[in-house]
């Protein structure tokens, strides 16, 4: 018996040590295919999505939150090799806002900035300042070391479906706006004295 059960045991590790050859083959002759078939959609699902957002944006859920927290969880996370210099008041911000849709219009900013700078800079960075301005609103700015912006590309950067990169639906920036603007806020973007593009949130305060 004891033959027996060594003998099958052999044939298993046999059979097991093929299929692993097998599964390695296909991965190496295959791999790169699935994973670019997985690339394309995921594209094809963050188009999708863009568009539903876009033709058909949810309800805000308003309540009233402290500005910073948000815009320390849509730029704390460190994207590839990019780094993101975070400046905070010590006072709260207080801002009606749905910290969600307000995170993410936030979080597509961060997005087009990192992209900006893909190839542009050894160092890529992303400076985020965030205080009020005119007494009365709650501002957030974001400069990027990239190339800037052109006055083209200025004068078309929220228009619906304007991309000027291979593969982009063109909505990610205007759904941020047309989100932006439902709290009663605007989205603004120019170039920075000290190079790159700048973009500029602005917030009524409210009272807590």
Not at 8 to 25: A, F, I, M, Y
Not at 185 to 193: F, K, R, V, Y
Request: glycine residues 10%; contains cysteine.
């Amino acid at each position: 018996m004891g033959t027996i059960l060594f003998g099958v045991k052999g044939d298993v590790k046999s059979l097991s040590d093929r299929l692993h050859e097998l599964n390695k083959s296909i991965r190496e002759d295959v791999g790169p295919l699935f994973e670019e078939l997985n690339n394309e959609i995921g594209m094809a699902d963050k188009v999708l999505w863009d568009f539903r957002t876009f033709a058909n944006p949810a309800q805000l859920a308003l309540k009233p939150v402290d500005l910073r927290q948000v815009v320390n969880d849509a730029f704390q996370a460190v994207h590839g090799d990019c780094l993101n210099d975070i400046s905070l008041p010590e006072d709260p911000l207080p801002v009606s806002a749905d910290p969600l849709r307000l995170g993410n219009a936030l979080k597509e900013i961060r997005k087009n900035a990192h992209e900006a700078m893909l190839g542009v800079t050894d160092k890529p960075m992303l400076t985020v300042i965030a205080g009020v301005t005119s007494g009365k609103y709650a501002q957030v700015e974001i400069t990027d070391k990239g190339p800037g912006l052109s006055d083209d590309v200025k004068q078309h950067l929220f228009d619906p479906y304007f991309t000027t990169k291979s593969g982009g639906s063109g909505l990610g920036l205007a759904i941020a706006r047309k989100v932006i603007s439902a709290h009663d806020g605007i989205l603004e973007a120019d170039n920075s004295p000290d190079g790159g593009a700048r973009f500029v949130v602005r917030l009524p305060l409210v009272v807590l």
